[in-house]
């Protein structure tokens, strides 16, 4: 049997508790972070709290039905929305990864969530890493505009948010990501542990968390020098304002001295 997962990142966020509430079929697995639905038989529906969506066993129909009324429930939806597709064969002898495509046994319910979390996640890094790319080029731009000019060309409150988007983007990766960590499920069943590991494998998730790590870490070196270059541009000023002041009062000084 061939199935197929596609997951979507259609907001910044999704709110579980509400779309839970209006959407009452059969949850096999809840938390504050994932809505994991058994419909029926090799059909399944995953909604991740960071704003994926995850289908198997959908068609395209359907897949766009339910994907408008997710979006009811999403914060700061996104026009262009990133996607992934994973195919999955069964009834093989053995687990086998190939490119975009997973051979296994007969799938048990726990199989087909841990494929779709993992391939969730690589929607969800695809979607971080699109962000970091962005504020990378800002910071490219700003580092050219120092070597051309010799200074930045930012203010205070637009560096404060300059920091604000950075430090966001970062607290959001480490609260929704969990590329390191495995299922609690995976910790007590072999089988689940070993396809897991072979799933992060397959989709590179480690490798490109660490791309985006390493992205924001160059962002925010960069941050820490633009902010010491305004320190010192605004105690420049500063010096040259206490510099006027103390002209003024000699030059008063000095005028009382000569009329009287």
Not at 59 to 80: A, F, G, R, V
Not at 141 to 148: F, G
Not at 164 to 172: A, C, Q, S
């Amino acid at each position: 049997m061939n199935l197929k997962v596609i997951s979507f990142q259609v907001a910044e966020s999704i709110d579980l508790k509400q779309f839970r509430t209006a959407f009452t079929v059969n949850v096999h697995y809840a938390d504050t972070d994932e809505l994991f639905y058994h419909m029926e038989a090799y059909k399944y529906l995953y909604v991740f709290k960071y704003g994926v969506v995850s289908f198997l066993g959908y068609n395209e129909i359907d897949t766009t039905s339910l994907l408008k009324l997710i979006t009811s429930y999403c914060k700061n939806p996104i026009d262009q929305r990133l996607s992934d597709e994973f195919e999955i064969e069964t009834n093989a002898s053995s687990i086998r990864y190939g490119y975009n495509k997973l051979e296994i046994p007969q799938p048990d319910i726990e199989m087909i969530r841990l494929i779709m979390l993992n391939a969730s996640q690589s929607v969800a890094l695809d979607h971080y890493n699109q962000q970091t790319n962005l504020l990378l080029e800002e910071t490219n731009y700003h580092t050219q505009a120092l070597e051309r000019k010799g200074k930045i060309d930012l203010g205070g409150v637009e560096l404060k948010k300059y920091i604000g988007r950075t430090l966001n983007l970062k607290n959001k990766i480490s609260a929704n990501l969990y590329i390191f960590d495995s299922p609690e499920e995976t910790w007590e069943n072999e089988t689940l542990n070993k396809l897991d590991i072979g799933l992060k494998k397959t989709f590179d998730l480690q490798s490109r968390f660490r791309t985006i790590q390493e992205g924001l870490q160059i962002v925010k070196d960069n941050l820490e020098l633009f902010k010491d270059l305004l320190q010192y541009r605004n105690s420049v000023v500063l010096e040259w304002v206490i510099i006027l002041l103390i002209l003024v009062e000699v030059i008063n000084v000095l005028l009382e001295k000569i009329f009287k």
